[in-house]
Structures are given as C-alpha cells and as structure tokens.
C-alpha cells in the first residue's frame, strides 16, 4: 500500500506508527532526536541513572507505557533517529542524518512534530545562564543536569511549576517561580480548565508542593531586567509599583508552547489566526486532515498536551487509513475526537490562565535585543517601521530589518516581533501576519549540500 512518512516520535508520532503497523503498514519514522518519546516523554541518556519516578511523578506509568509501545513495533516501523526533516518539496521530504543529506518519498504524510517554546525577551534575557523553560527540562531529562544551582523559573505557563518542581525534586535550589499572570486570571479561567479536572488538580498539586518546600511563587510580576556582569546574578522584578530582585544564577524563561508547523506549512497546510492562543495555527478537520494526504497530529496541529497528541495520533492514522479504503469503527472515531477536543478545550483555558503578555512584549525597550541570531533590537524594528512607507507586515519587517532571519528562523523572536509590529502599527496582532516558513526549517550543515542524495 502506500508509503506512509511520519515525522517525530513524540506521543503523537508514536500511537500513529502503532495504529499503521496494526494495520499491517511499515511506516517510514523520522525524527532529529537520538531516541523516541518526544519532548514531555523524552528518554535519558544511555548510561543515566535518573530517578524517573522523581522527576516524571504521577506520570512516570504513562511514560514507561508508552515507551514499552514504541519497543513492541519497533521491528514493524523503519524508525531513522538522529534524522532531521529540513524541507519538503512535493511528496519528497529531504533529510539530514548525522549531517548526511538523503531524500524519503512518500504518498502520504503525518506530522507529529510537536512544539516549542514562546518567549518574551526582557532586558538580558541573552546572557549566558538564561535558558527557554523547554530547554531546561530537556537538559534535566536527557542529561541530568540543571541549568545552575539557584534557578528562578520565570514567564507565563503551567510548565513552570511543573519544571521548578522537577528540579527541586531532583535536588536543585529553586529560587522562585514568577508568573507574569494574576492570580485572578487563574481564578476566572476555571470553568475552561474544568474540562480536565485531573490535570487541574495536577496543577494545583504542584503549586502547593512548590510552597510546602518553602519557594516562592509570585503570580502577575513581570521581569524588569535579568542582571549580571558576565552571567545570571539576578532577575529584578516588578509587581505594581513595588521592585524588587531575585538572587539566582540561572533563568529559565518560558511564556507556554507553539505548534512546530514550519513543515506543514511547506507541505501545503493553510493557517487561520487564534485569539485566543494569539497564534497562527494550521487548519485541520477534527481528525487532523490537512490537505491532500496531509495529516497533523499532536502539539504540531494544536496544543493539547501529551494525551490529546496520543488520541489525535490515533486519529490521523485513522483518517489516513479511511482516505486508503480502509475506514475505522465509528465508535472509536467518535470517541478519540470527544478525547482530543476536550483535552484542547482544556488548554484554551490553560492559555487564558496562563496568558502570553502581550503588553510586555511591545513594552521591550529600543535597546534590548530582540533577535538574538542576528543580534537586531527592538528599537531596530521600530526605526525601519518609522521610515516613510515602512512595512506593517512581519514579513517586511523581516526582509528590512533581518530579524527572524538567522538560524532559529523566526522561531524563537517571531512571537514578540508580532506584538512589538502591531503595537508600533497600531494595527491589531492578527493584522500584521505570520512569518512564512522556510527551508531548511532549522539549521543544516553548510556540506550538506554536497553531499550525494540517498
Ligand atoms: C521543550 C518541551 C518540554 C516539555 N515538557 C513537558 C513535560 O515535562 N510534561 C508535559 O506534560 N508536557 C511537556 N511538554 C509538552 C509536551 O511536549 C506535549 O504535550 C507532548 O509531548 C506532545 O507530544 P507530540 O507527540 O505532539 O510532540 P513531541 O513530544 O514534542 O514530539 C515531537 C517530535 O518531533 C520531532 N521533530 C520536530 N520537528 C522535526 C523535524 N523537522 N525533523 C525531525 N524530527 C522533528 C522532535 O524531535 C520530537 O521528538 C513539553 C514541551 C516542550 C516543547
């Protein structure tokens, strides 16, 4: 039957290939990372000894079930780790294994590629010991260490807490967690997050574990400034009138997740803006088709949380099989999109709760640095924006200024670069457009080029 590629093997990726094997399709599964599972359900390093129950907690049964799935097909799936998907040109994906170029051809795609992390930069939010909250876990988990060894987790997400914990359980010093978002908006996003009373409960779980170790959390402060010579020494922060600094020697600095969707966008899928995400998000069906043997799975489709991705892989995998002559029970159609639109139901209350400050953004001052690629400053995007006929729209902005166009393409400063265009503009967020996506969607080796198609 068809050939069927599945990019990343997260949650979403995974209950996808083992949906296609059980019926009896040997998926091709490509993935940049050296071992399955995915961001939340990633897997240590060879040889680490980490308290998995520790640091996974109550999710430490559902992390070894599903990585107990990956290991039964795991002969039944031409699993190729280590391999980056850097563009896709028709029913062609080109490839990077190990730094070697090679080309997969398929007749239907399934991208499960999961998301990343927002930021809202703040003065020396580039100074060597602030990491992305992402980027904090993912050195816990895959390696064992800890960014320092006084960390302040510091943004606007549920993360925080559940990443400031992981540490503490682990034996790290956490200085104190920070949320940009009152505590009222937590109050008044509750009927949304009632959608998943057992997440809910998690979160209020981990709160409250946080305090009894004695750290401080802090909702509705805002980072003035990351302080320090030549590192982190300190954050100060801001909460009405009232300033103040926090001692720490590292930062971990994360204002929720985005869809990875640099490849879908190659691969043909449209887009429509979110209010509510404030984001621009692909456009599916509710069982993830979208466009012609295209299908979107997971945190890549929209941000639903390691459940929804297994549920929507499902899903996809479903859709796929229908679209091939192969329709499904439609029992269990039904009820994997009942799972996959209240799991996301729950998350538009997480982003109500946990707000992207868009206020902060568009406040960074002229001289903070905005794109960290290639070191452009707010105040630079503003200036291009001042000239006579300066441009409105991201893409502009991008093309004039060089911002977004360095090796993170936009990935990282594109959602503050939004606000600060719209703000400057005057113009409404959804207005000032998306930063299109372009190959490679991360960075390759120059030599690649070079080298032989495989
Ligand atoms: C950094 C980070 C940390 C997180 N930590 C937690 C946590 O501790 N607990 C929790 O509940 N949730 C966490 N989340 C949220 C969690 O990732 C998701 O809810 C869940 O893992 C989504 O599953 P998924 O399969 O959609 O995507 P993911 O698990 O993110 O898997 C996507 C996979 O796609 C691969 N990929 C992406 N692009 C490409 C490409 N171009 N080429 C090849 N491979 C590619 C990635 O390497 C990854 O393995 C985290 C998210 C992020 C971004």
Redesign the pocket.
């Known amino acids: 039957m068809t050939r069927v590629a599945i ?7 995974i209950r996808a290939a083992a949906a296609l094997v059980e019926a009896g399709i040997r998926p091709v599964l ?4 050296a071992r399955p ?5 990633r897997t240590p390093s060879p040889g680490l000894d980490l308290d998995m129950a520790a640091l996974m907690g109550s ?1 430490a049964g559902h992390h070894a079930r599903l990585h107990g799935l990956f290991a039964a097909i795991h002969d039944r799936v031409d699993y190729r780790p280590e ?4 563009a896709v040109d028709g029913r062609t994906l080109h490839v990077a294994t190990q730094g070697r170029a090679g080309m997969v051809a398929f007749d239907a795609l399934l991208l ?6 927002r930021v809202v930069p703040c003065p020396g939010w580039t100074k060597p010991g602030v990491f992305t909250l ?2 904090a ?2 050195i816990l988990k895959d390696q064992g260490c800890f960014i320092g060894r006084r960390v302040a987790f510091v943004g606007s997400s549920p ?1 925080l807490l ?2 400031a914990l ?1 540490y503490q359980s682990l034996g790290a010093h956490v200085a104190a967690v920070v949320d940009t978002t009152p505590f009222g908006a937590k109050l008044a996003a509750l009927p949304g997050l009632a959608a998943s009373p057992r997440t809910l409960r998690r979160g209020i779980a981990y709160r409250t574990k946080l305090r009894a170790a004695g750290i401080p959390v802090h909702d509705g402060a805002a980072p003035v400034a990351i302080e320090g010579r030549d590192g982190v020494e300190g954050v100060r922060l801001r909460h009405g009138a009232r300033e103040w600094t926090i001692a720490c020697d590292a930062v971990a600095l994360g204002h929720g ?1 985005k869809p ?1 969707t ?2 879908a966008d190659l691969a043909g899928a449209q887009f429509a803006y979110d209010p509510v995400f404030r984001q621009w998000l692909p456009e599916t069906d509710a069982d993830g088709r979208a466009g012609p043997s295209l299908y979107l ?4 489709a929209a941000i ?3 459940y929804a ?1 297994e549920a929507s ?1 499902t899903l996809a995998a479903a859709a796929l099989l229908a679209d091939h002559g192969r329709p499904q029970p439609k029992a269990t159609l039904r009820r994997l999109r009942q799972e996959v639109a209240r799991l996301r139901r729950f998350q538009r209350g997480l982003a109500r709760a946990f707000a992207w400050p868009a206020g902060q953004a568009a406040a960074l001052p002229d001289d903070a640095t905005l794109c960290r690629c290639e070191g452009i400053t707010a105040g630079e995007v503003r200036r291009a924006m001042a000239q006579p006929l300066g441009p409105r729209e991201v893409n502009r902005v991008k093309a004039i200024t060089r911002v977004g166009m360095g090796r993170c393409q936009g990935r990282i400063c594109g959602p503050a670069l939004a606000d600060i265009v719209a703000a400057a503009a005057g113009l409404d967020h959804a207005a000032v457009g998306r930063l299109r996506g372009q190959a490679p ?2 960075p390759i080796p120059l030599a690649l080029g070079a080298e032989p198609a495989g």
């Open positions: 990019v990343g093997a997260g949650p979403a990726g490509l993935d940049e990372a599972g995915g961001q939340g359900y999710e391999t980056l998907v850097w499960a590629t999961g998301a990343t992390d992402g980027g876990q993912a993360l559940l990443a992981q997740l990875e640099q490849l799975a997971g945190d890549g639903g949380g390691a991705a892989g969607v991360k």
